[in-house]
């Protein structure tokens, strides 16, 4: 009951840009007019005043979109798949094992190199 005798005498504004709800009592209603929001100095809109004028379709081709979308999906596809193979090889060779005996087999050399 006291939240309903306090909210009586309250105007509910709604600022356009930031979305921020504000309530004024009725009294200072008339102030409001040409206000803007107290956080981003948006517009401000009265919402309890508000009347439906109709409704609006909107018809957007998005053909063109999704094609699109489609096709970074299939090569997106492609790579993952490329990189499950490499990473497959990758343990088949043992990458680890195959570096150091590549690091090895180069530290050999140069020993050989050294020798002539």
């Given amino acids: 009951m006291a939240d309903q005798k306090s909210s ?3 105007v509910t ?3 356009m840009k930031c979305f921020a709800e504000m309530s004024v009592c009725k009294r200072r209603e008339s102030r409001m007019d040409g206000r ?3 956080l981003c100095r948006g517009p401000i809109q009265n919402v309890e005043n508000k009347e439906s004028i109709g409704s609006l379709t ?3 081709d998005c053909s063109d979109a999704l094609k699109g979308l489609k096709a970074i999906q299939r090569e997106a596809k492609k ?3 490329a990189l499950k193979e490499l990473e497959g090889q990758q343990e088949k060779i043992g990458s680890k094992d195959l570096a150091k ?3 090895k087999d180069i530290e050999r050399m140069i020993e050989q190199d050294r020798r002539w």
Avoid: L, P, Q, W
Wanted: hydrophobic share 40%.
């Fill in 101 to 103: 005996s590549i690091y």
């Fill in 36 to 38: 803007s929001c107290f």
């Fill in 8 to 10: 009586e005498g309250m």
């Fill in 13 to 15: 504004y709604k600022c």
């Fill in 79 to 81: 790579a993952t798949a």
């Fill in 58 to 60: 909107v018809d957007v």
